[in-house]
């Protein structure tokens, strides 16, 4: 647990791609699926310590619709740890009064699975306290292309020539939620995957080469300074800003 002290600003909306856990088994000879594992308690550290923090929403990024090509045999025990953690963390998380909600597309998944996400929604769909997004099965270039498609069922009648960046975002995963204002990269990759492509054309980037299973609240608080130092200006001039 960190000592520092943290005051405003918090970032309302923190998205992390959760990277390192293959190389975290690999650096102790154990196999990858062990990574994976060990990767649920920074996943509860990290959710805590936001709900602590007043951080309104936490966005995971579990599994991507490229990592569909990672041996299958990876893929399988992925699918079933994240199943276990469905069954296993949804109560707690209920609890605490954490909103669950899972974001991708959910059709390459088992019946079991689809189950499990559904009744996790629902149970814990009027809390009030941190949203907690879990983006499995999900890419950001994927979601624009729902979100035109949605579009257009809603709007048959209109052509594309009157398609606006404001008209699409309504239809886009997590329009509810204020766009991410920290997008945090563990593992030392600087890149962000296809990871909510353009709810994040305003977010501040953080890089780590901390593996994913050892992300701790430190490494998070660190995370949030370096985000509190950086000027947000969103088009503006640093005298516009200095003005608000």
């Not at 509860?44 to 990024?61: E, F, N, P, Q």
């Not at 088992?110 to 559904?118: G, L, R, Y």
């Not at 890089?207 to 985000?227: G, K, M, Q, V």
Request: glycine share 4%; with cysteine.
């Amino acid at each position: 647990m960190s000592n520092l002290e943290l005051t405003p600003p918090i970032p309302q909306h923190i998205g992390i791609i959760m990277d390192g856990n293959g190389r975290w088994a690999k650096k102790r000879f154990l196999p990858r699926y062990i990574g994976h594992q060990k990767a649920r308690t920074a996943v509860r550290k990290t959710v805590a310590h936001c709900a602590k923090l007043g951080v309104k929403a936490l966005t995971l990024y579990a599994f991507s619709t490229e990592n569909w090509k990672r041996p299958a045999d990876e893929v399988t025990k992925l699918m079933s740890l994240f199943l276990d953690a469905l069954q296993r963390e949804v109560a707690k998380l209920h609890q605490n009064n954490v909103r669950l909600r899972v974001i991708g597309d959910r059709s390459a998944f088992s019946d079991a699975m689809q189950k499990h996400i559904d009744q996790a929604e629902v149970l814990t769909k009027s809390n009030t306290g941190l949203a907690l997004n879990i983006a499995a099965n999900y890419g950001g270039r994927w979601d624009i292309v729902e979100a035109f498609k949605s579009w257009h069922q809603a709007h048959p009648d209109e052509t594309i020539s009157s398609l606006t960046p404001d008209a699409i975002a309504p239809y886009l995963a997590l329009a509810d939620l204020p766009e991410p204002d920290l997008m945090i990269r563990t593992g030392g990759e600087q890149r962000i995957s296809n990871f909510m492509v353009w709810q994040m054309a305003y977010a501040e980037f953080y890089f780590t080469d901390r593996l994913w299973p050892d992300f701790n609240e430190a490494d998070l608080e660190l995370a949030i300074i370096s985000y509190q130092q950086r000027e947000r200006r969103f088009g503006r001039t640093s005298e516009q800003v200095a003005k608000c």
